[in-house]
């Protein structure tokens, strides 16, 4: 599967950003449809996942402000994030997994500053 992320760009802290990730074919099979992130000097984080059926995970840092959601008819997972903060910049990559594979798209640039 190929996964194209876009959406990300410059926000001023407490602004908003938008992710999306559009599969090249059917995700419902995927168990768990996610994004992580990584910041410069840092490893790849967990930003937040979702099951097939809707079942939601979030990373400490993003519960409150940030909603993954999944549409299994348009093979697309977006990740709406709020009150965007500095530390939160960082390249933030579309994932899929079905055991034991994971697949990853090629990330989008998310910056928040002033």
């Known amino acids: 599967v190929q996964l194209q992320a876009s959406g990300g760009g410059l926000v001023q802290p407490g602004g908003s950003l938008r992710l999306s990730c559009a599969a090249s074919?059917?995700?419902?099979?995927?168990?768990?449809m996610g994004w992580y992130r990584q910041a410069p000097g840092t490893q790849r984080e967990l930003v937040a996942v979702i099951s097939t059926y809707g079942s939601t995970n979030y990373a400490d840092s993003a519960k409150g402000r940030f909603t993954i959601s999944r549409d299994n008819a348009k093979n697309t997972v977006d990740l709406q994030m709020n009150s965007l903060k500095p530390e939160d910049t960082a390249v933030y990559y579309c994932s899929a997994e079905r055991r034991p594979y994971t697949y990853w798209g090629q990330g989008t640039q998310v910056t928040v500053s002033s």
């Open positions: 074919r059917s995700i419902f099979n995927f168990n768990v």
